[in-house]
C-alpha cells in the first residue's frame, strides 16, 4: 500500500490538451475515484500514474519516490481496462497467472494465489474456459483477478463497469468495495458515473475538459460543490438550475426567478455576495412534494409527467411563470398530470453560483450542518 | 404445371452451364486425359503409336535418381527458402510496428520493401542474371569491397542463389501479411503485459507470436504453394544448369513431357508430383487446425 501523488500533470496529444495542471493525493489504503465525462482526461491520468504514458510536465510519486520516468514494468501497479485486455489464446487460469508468470513465480504458489483470488471473485469454474466464451460479467471479474493476483501497489480501474448490464453494475459495487477492504488495496477508479463515485469512493478528484474542478471527498463535493459544474454532475437527477436575480426590498433580499419569489433574508453568507445576477441550484432530492410540516419555502406546482425510475419517481413540474422543475421522489409516487401539488424547500439546502459557474452558497457552507452530513 | 416445376429445377443447371462446360474442357477432361495416358508410352515426335505399360511409368518415376534428386532440391529451396522469407518478412514487420512511429514513415519503407515484388518474376529474374555474372555488379562490388568474388552460378551455389533472389523478391509478402496480423492484435494486451512487468522477449514469445500463427500458417502455405509450382527464374536464371544442379521437379517435368517428348512418363510424374502435394495440403492443414 502506498499514497500516490501527481503534482502539476501536463498532457498533450496534438492540439488536444488532455490534462492541464492536474495535482492529486491518493492515500494508500484508500479508495479514490476520477470522475469525469468522456474526454475529461480520466483514462490519460490513469496512464500516466500506470507509466504506460509520460507526462509533458509535472511528476508522480510513489511513497514519495519520483517515479514519473520509470516504466510501467517497474511499477507493479495493476490496471484493468474498460475492454478487459484479456489474453484471447489462454485459458482464463493462464490469463490471471500472468503477472506471476512474468515475475517467475513458483508454480506451486501460482496454482494457490489464482486459486484463492478466483474463489474471492466466485469464478473457479471458469478457470479452464476460454476468455472468448465467457459472459461481459466474468470477463469483468477475469480482469480484476489478474490485476489483484499479484498483490500490486496500486490497482487503477478503468471505467470498469461502463461494459456491464445494470444488474451486475450494481452488484459489483459492492463487490469492488469488499475487494478493497479483503485485499487491502488502493484503488484508483476513473468513471463517468456520478452513482459510482458515491457509492464507493472515500475521495474524488472531479476532472472536466482536463481540468481538475474539486479534489475532495463524495460529500464535500456534493454539499460544497466549487462550482456548478460539479453540483450539476454530482447527483441523479441532476440539479435544477435557476437564473435570476437578488432585488433588495426595504430590509428584506429577495431571489427572484421568472415568477417565483424567495425570502432569501436569512440565508447564511447571501449578505457577502456581491453579484445581483445569480444562478440558485436546487437538487431534485430536496424538493418535496405535499404538505411539508417545517417548510421554509413552498410553491405551488403543476405536475407535467411523473416518471418512475427503478423504485423512485421524478416528477417533473411546472412551478411560478413556466420554470420547469425537477423533484425526486423516493419509493413509486403516483400523481396524475395536470395535478396541483405544492413544493416545498428548506431554504438551507439552496447552492448559488456566479455567472461564472463558481459556489457562493452551498449547504455545506454551514459549518454544524455540514458535519452531521458528513456522518 | 409439371412443366413449369421441370423448368424451376433446371434453371440453376442451364445458369452454371457455361463455366461448367469450360472447367470440363480444360481441366478435368486434359486431367483424365493425363491419367490415361500416364499409363503409356509415348513419343509424339516419334509416331502416334501409343503403347500401354500398365503402372510402369509410375514405378519408372519412382526409381528414377534425376526425379528423385530434383524433388530433394525443391525441398531444400522450399524448405530453406520459405522458411527465411518467413522469419525475415515477421522479423522485419515487427521491427517496423515497433520502431518505426510516424504512419507515413511506414508506409513508405512498407512500400519500398513491397517493389520488388510488383516486378514481374521473368523481369527480376532477368536483372538478377546481368548483375550475378562473374563480372557483374555483385562481384564488382565484392572485389571494391575487397572481398574475392563469387561464382553466383557455379554448381554448388546456383540454386542457393536462386532462393536469394527468390528471398529478395518474396519476401514482402510475409511481411505484408505479419504487418497486418501484428497491428491487428489490441494495443491494450501489451499494456496489459507491460503492466505485469513482462520482458519484451515473453511479450514476443506470449503475445506477439501466438496471435499471428495463423496467418502467418497462411503466408508459409502461399509461399510454399508459389515455391512448389516455382519455375520462372530457374528457367531464366540457369536453364536447370550447371548440369541439373538447379533442376527442380517442375522443370524436369516440363523437359521430359515438351523437350524429349515422354509424353506419358511425363504425365506419370506430373501425377505423381500433385500427389505429393496433396499430401503435403493435407498435413499442413492439419497442422494448422491443430494451431488454431
Keep these: ?375 | 404445371m409439371l412443366r413449369e416445376k421441370s423448368r424451376k429445377i433446371k434453371t440453376p443447371y442451364y445458369l452454371i452451364m457455361p463455366p461448367q462446360v469450360l472447367i470440363w474442357v480444360v481441366v478435368i477432361f486434359p486431367l483424365l486425359w493425363a491419367i490415361y495416358i500416364s499409363f503409356h508410352d509415348w513419343n509424339p515426335t516419334i509416331s502416334p503409336q501409343r503403347t500401354f505399360v500398365g503402372i510402369g511409368n509410375y514405378l519408372n518415376v519412382l526409381r528414377d535418381a534425376r526425379f528423385l534428386s530434383a524433388l530433394g532440391r525443391m525441398f531444400y529451396y522450399s524448405g530453406v527458402g520459405v522458411t527465411i522469407q518467413l522469419v525475415l518478412g515477421t522479423a522485419i514487420a515487427l521491427a517496423i510496428v515497433e520502431y518505426i512511429r510516424s504512419p507515413r514513415w511506414r508506409t513508405t519503407v512498407l512500400v519500398l520493401f513491397l517493389l520488388p515484388m510488383m516486378m514481374a518474376e521473368a523481369v527480376a529474374a532477368q536483372m538478377w542474371t546481368l548483375l550475378i555474372t562473374d563480372t557483374g555488379t555483385i562481384n564488382n562490388i565484392l572485389v571494391w569491397l575487397g572481398f574475392s568474388p563469387v561464382g553466383w552460378r557455379a554448381k554448388e551455389l546456383a540454386l542457393t542463389t536462386i532462393m536469394i533472389v527468390d528471398i529478395w523478391q518474396w519476401t514482402a509478402l510475409p511481411l505484408l501479411i505479419a504487418y497486418a496480423a501484428r497491428i491487428s492484435i489490441p494495443d491494450g494486451l501489451y499494456e496489459s503485459a507491460r503492466l505485469d512487468g513482462a520482458s519484451k522477449w515473453l511479450i514476443l514469445r506470449k503475445i506477439t507470436l501466438p496471435y499471428m500463427r495463423v496467418p502467418l500458417a497462411i503466408a508459409f502455405l502461399l509461399r510454399f504453394m508459389d515455391s512448389y509450382k516455382f519455375l520462372d527464374k530457374v528457367f531464366i536464371m540457369t536453364y536447370g544448369g550447371p548440369g541439373t544442379a538447379t533442376e527442380l521437379p517442375t522443370f524436369y517435368l516440363y523437359q521430359t513431357a515438351f523437350s524429349y517428348f515422354k509424353v506419358g512418363y511425363g504425365a506419370a510424374m506430373s501425377w505423381i508430383f500433385g500427389i505429393i502435394a496433396v499430401i503435403a495440403m493435407f498435413f499442413f492443414w492439419r497442422l494448422a487446425k491443430r494451431m488454431s
Design chain 1, 1 to 375: 500500500m502506498i499514497t500516490v501523488s501527481v503534482s502539476h500533470l501536463w498532457k498533450r496529444y496534438g492540439k488536444t490538451v488532455a490534462l492541464q495542471d492536474v495535482s492529486a493525493e491518493i492515500n494508500g489504503g484508500s479508495f479514490f475515484c476520477i470522475l469525469g465525462e468522456p474526454g475529461a482526461g480520466k483514462t490519460t491520468l490513469l496512464r500516466i500514474i500506470a507509466g504506460l504514458e509520460v507526462p509533458d510536465e509535472g511528476d508522480v510519486f510513489f511513497d514519495g519516490q519520483n517515479v514519473t520516468l520509470v516504466s510501467a514494468q517497474k511499477r507493479n501497479v495493476a490496471m484493468v481496462f474498460q475492454d478487459f485486455a484479456l489474453y484471447p489464446h489462454m485459458t482464463v487460469f493462464e490469463n490471471i497467472a500472468s503477472p506471476l508468470r512474468a515475475i517467475k513465480a513458483e508454480e506451486g504458489k501460482i496454482r494457490e494465489r489464482v486459486h484463492e483470488v478466483a474463489a474471492f471473485l466466485k469464478i473457479e469454474h471458469l478457470l479452464d474456459r476460454s476468455p472468448l466464451y465467457i459472459s461481459g460479467g466474468e470477463k469483468q471479474r477475469v480482469a480484476i483477478a489478474r490485476a489483484l493476483v499479484k498483490e500490486p501497489k496500486i490497482s487503477l480501474f478503468d471505467e470498469p463497469l461502463v461494459n456491464l448490464d445494470f444488474k451486475i453494475r450494481e452488484d459489483m459495487r459492492a463487490q469492488f468495495k469488499l475487494m478493497q477492504k479483503e485485499f487491502n488495496q488502493t484503488i484508483v477508479f476513473a468513471t463517468p458515473d456520478p452513482v459510482d463515485a458515491m457509492s464507493m469512493a472515500d475521495q474524488v478528484l472531479i476532472l472536466h475538459e482536463g481540468k481538475v474542478q474539486q479534489f475532495a471527498t463524495v460529500w464535500e463535493a456534493y454539499y460544497r460543490p466549487s462550482n456548478m459544474f460539479v453540483a450539476t454532475y454530482l447527483g441523479f437527477p441532476p440539479m435544477n438550475i435557476l437564473s435570476g436575480e437578488l432585488r433588495e426590498e426595504g430590509p428584506h433580499l429577495f431571489f427572484v426567478a421568472s415568477g417565483l419569489k424567495v425570502d432569501v433574508t436569512d440565508l447564511p453568507g447571501i449578505r457577502e455576495v456581491r453579484e445581483r445576477k445569480l444562478l440558485v441550484g436546487i437538487r431534485p432530492e430536496h424538493l418535496l412534494l405535499g404538505d411539508e410540516k417545517g417548510a421554509e419555502i413552498s410553491w405551488d406546482g403543476e405536475v407535467l409527467l411523473s416518471e418512475i425510475v427503478g423504485s423512485d419517481t421524478i416528477v417533473h413540474l411546472k412551478v411560478g411563470k413556466d420554470l420547469g422543475l425537477r423533484s425526486f421522489v423516493p419509493g413509486i409516487y403516483r400523481v396524475a398530470v395536470g395535478a396541483r401539488v405544492t413544493v416545498n424547500l428548506r431554504r438551507d439546502n439552496i447552492y448559488a453560483f456566479k455567472e461564472s459557474g463558481e459556489s457562493v452558497i452551498f449547504p455545506g457552507r454551514h459549518e454544524s450542518l455540514f458535519n452531521t452530513f458528513k456522518g
